[in-house]
């Protein structure tokens, strides 16, 4: 009997060692845990088409690209808009250089037409009284 004894005591803890333990469910985010103990617990997919300059690169060397990148961006944006109001001041300068030469154009005219009428009132008024018209 004392054979017994060992041999179902060896057999007792010998299932046991061979029995795989099942996992503790994990808290997926997302619902990414299966919850059977025989499958692997899935993790984030590897980035693995990038090249590898840019899978080394951290989240800080990626942020200061970035902030580098957008203020390039801003400069050149600001550049654009000078550039816009520059040739917009050039163009109403032109604007403004016509309308003021039409504007001397058409009071020349006036002047010339008002000088002929006045001219041609004097003439009037030195013939009636030189009496040279009649």
């Known amino acids: 009997m004392s054979e017994a004894g060992p041999s179902t005591a060896t057999s007792s803890t010998t299932p046991s060692s061979t029995a795989v333990e099942p996992r503790p ?3 997926g985010t997302s ?3 299966s919850g059977k103990w025989w499958k692997e617990e899935k993790k984030p997919i590897k980035r693995t088409h990038l090249p590898p300059v840019l899978k080394s ?3 800080e060397k990626q942020k ?5 990148e957008k203020a390039i961006r801003q400069l050149i ?3 654009r808009e000078e550039r816009e109001q520059a040739e917009k001041a050039r163009k109403q300068a032109i604007v403004d250089r016509r ?3 039409e ?4 009071l020349e005219r006036m002047r ?3 000088s002929a009428k006045k001219l041609e009132r004097l003439k009037k008024k030195l013939g009636r009284t030189k009496k040279i018209n009649q």
């Open 31 to 33: 619902g990414r845990v």
């Open 77 to 79: 944006r600001e550049q």
């Open 64 to 68: 200061e690209a970035m902030n580098r």
């Open 99 to 101: 309308k003021a030469k």
């Open 57 to 59: 690169k951290s989240w």
């Open 112 to 114: 010339e037409k008002m």
């Open 25 to 27: 469910l994990g808290k």
């Open 103 to 106: 504007e001397k154009e058409r």
